[in-house]
């Protein structure tokens, strides 16, 4: 692969790190303190366009490679993971199905305001029972006439307590098991039996509102049935990919975030006559910081480049996501350490790093069943791409 960034990637950069650094890392603490969902953003960030990176010119989009996407997840969470998640979210999971399964009227009703900023778009997989083992999930559609029922509990969903529209997995012959789940588009402001659950409260990314929802015999119009009866794992499967391509790029934001503040504090905080950066304990800690962080820099922008080139990624994918997201935790542990007491202070940013770098580990699979998946796919390649 090219390592290199175009000229046009490296100016798009520059030009997220440039409204990264003037409206969203200001206010990331507050954000964090106050733990609410950041609005007005989240509307400037429709109203720029970023929304729509990874769809057509026709439904407002630009069309942008994944590498270029992957710039722009790393940008927004190295000022605020909150805001990072929830834009991601409306970017990638939120949208997608509406996007590629939907009809046309559903793509103008939903998908065109979201990517404005507009509508909020979420999606509901996860139950209180069933997380990494999807096939378990409870929540069935059981079809009568020109519509579905949807029953059932879904859970830690993503802006869920300001969704306007979800995509929701369920079983439609639940005795037939992960084999017939379906993927819904469920209008919560048209479909009577969507309860908004309350906010969950957690210990990282406050800002970004996690939530529970409870369908009772929600009748969702059978149009609403994004793809077909069967399929709905597969078609997960379709996007799980990109999800951790751009959780990893999550983690590199997050990492170069906690490393920078760490050097800095490392010249400035002074010990035992001179600077703690040059006791060797110290500057051994950022040097394999700054190692991690390149490590895993290569790894994410590869599976970023194999998804653009449309080349195998399951393992690139599932390697640089478990690569990248164990290193943004050791990162910000490291960080931690530098900062010691101050980095028990809920007055620096370090907490807050060290906090939200556990939602990496979650999001787009656990480490455990990220090796489950590399462990799927053993043969030493010489190369990654063929
Ligand atoms: C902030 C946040 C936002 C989220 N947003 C969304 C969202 O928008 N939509 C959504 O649907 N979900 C969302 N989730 C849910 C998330 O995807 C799940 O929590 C995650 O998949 C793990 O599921 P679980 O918590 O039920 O853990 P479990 O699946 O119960 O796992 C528990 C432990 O067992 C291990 N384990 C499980 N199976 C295996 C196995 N086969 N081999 C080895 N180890 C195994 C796991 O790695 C873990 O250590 C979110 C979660 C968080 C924290």
Not at 17 to 46: M, N, Q
Not at 51 to 76: H, I, K, N, Q
Not at 159 to 175: G, H, I, Q, R, Y
């Amino acid at each position: 692969m090219d390592y290199r960034l175009t000229e046009e990637q490296q100016a798009f950069r520059r030009a997220v790190a440039k409204f990264v650094d003037a409206e969203i890392a200001p206010v990331a603490d507050e954000l964090d303190t106050k733990g609410e969902f950041p609005l007005g953003l989240f509307r400037r960030i429709g109203e720029l366009g970023y929304f729509g990176l990874r769809y057509p010119e026709a439904y407002g989009g630009s069309a942008a490679d994944m590498v270029t996407y992957c710039l722009w997840a790393e940008e927004l969470a190295r000022g605020s993971m909150s805001v990072a998640a929830t834009a991601c979210m409306q970017s990638l999971m939120g949208t997608h199905f509406v996007f590629k399964y939907g009809n046309e009227e559903q793509r103008q009703k939903y998908l065109v305001p979201a990517l404005r900023g507009e509508k909020i778009g979420t999606f509901a997989l996860t139950e209180p029972n069933a997380g990494s083992d999807v096939g378990n999930i409870g929540t069935t559609a059981e079809k009568r006439g020109d519509h579905y029922v949807l029953k059932g509990t879904k859970t830690w969903v993503t802006s869920a307590p300001v969704a306007d529209f979800l995509t929701v997995a369920a079983k439609t012959s639940p005795e037939r098991g992960m084999k017939n789940i379906a993927l819904f588009l469920v209008d919560r402001h048209t479909m009577p039996g969507v309860t908004l659950g309350k906010k969950i409260e957690k210990m990282g990314v406050r800002a970004s509102d996690t939530g529970e929802i409870t369908l009772e015999d929600v009748r969702v119009p059978a149009a609403n049935l994004l793809g077909g009866e069967t399929g709905g794992i597969e078609k997960v499967g379709g996007i799980l990919s990109e999800i951790r391509v751009m959780t990893a790029a999550l983690s590199l934001g997050l990492a170069r975030a906690a490393y920078e503040a760490a050097l800095k504090y490392s010249r400035e905080r002074v010990a035992f006559g001179k600077p703690i950066g040059e006791h060797q304990a110290i500057a051994f800690k950022l040097a394999d910081m700054l190692t991690g962080i390149h490590g895993a820099t290569l790894m994410t922008y590869h599976a970023a480049w194999c998804l653009d080139q449309r080349l195998p990624v399951t393992r690139e994918a599932a390697m640089a996501k478990l690569v990248a997201s164990e290193m943004a935790n050791r990162v910000a542990d490291e960080a931690s350490r530098i900062f010691a007491s101050y980095g028990f202070a809920m007055e620096y940013p370090i907490q807050r790093y060290f906090r939200d770098a556990r939602f990496l580990l979650l999001g787009g699979g656990t480490s455990e069943i990220l090796r489950v998946i590399i462990s799927k796919d053993l043969e030493p390649r010489a190369r990654s791409e063929p």
